[in-house]
């Protein structure tokens, strides 16, 4: 049983780790505000977290909102992670939507 434990706490280790990008600048998925319905999540450009509420699993918020990939210039960064920090997961969905949840927007 023990072994069984240990085995699944390395995958869901293993699991974390890959969401998570290796620099310093944070997650890259490029300038959002060019996507399908803009900063508003999609299933075809959220895929594999479409319907989670968990966000912070595959986004922790040491690497989300580090850098503007807007190309304006204009993202007020440390007004964004402070106000994530606060809300918590609740400040998700103001910004990206439902994620497919209607209840998130309650």
Aim: aromatic content about 6%.
């Amino acid at each position: 049983m023990k072994k069984m434990k240990k085995i699944l706490i390395l995958i869901f280790f293993v699991a974390l780790v890959s969401c998570v990008g290796e620099d310093n600048e944070g997650q890259d998925f490029g300038n959002l505000f060019d996507s399908n319905e803009g900063l508003i999540l999609t299933e075809e450009d959220h895929p594999d977290g479409w319907m989670r509420e968990d966000c912070f699993a595959c986004h922790p918020l040491e690497v989300i909102h580090q850098v503007d990939r807007s190309g304006t210039g204009l993202l007020l960064l440390e007004e964004i992670q402070e106000f994530v920090l606060m809300e918590g997961l609740a400040s998700c969905p103001i910004c990206h939507g439902d994620n497919g949840i209607p209840e998130l927007l309650e």
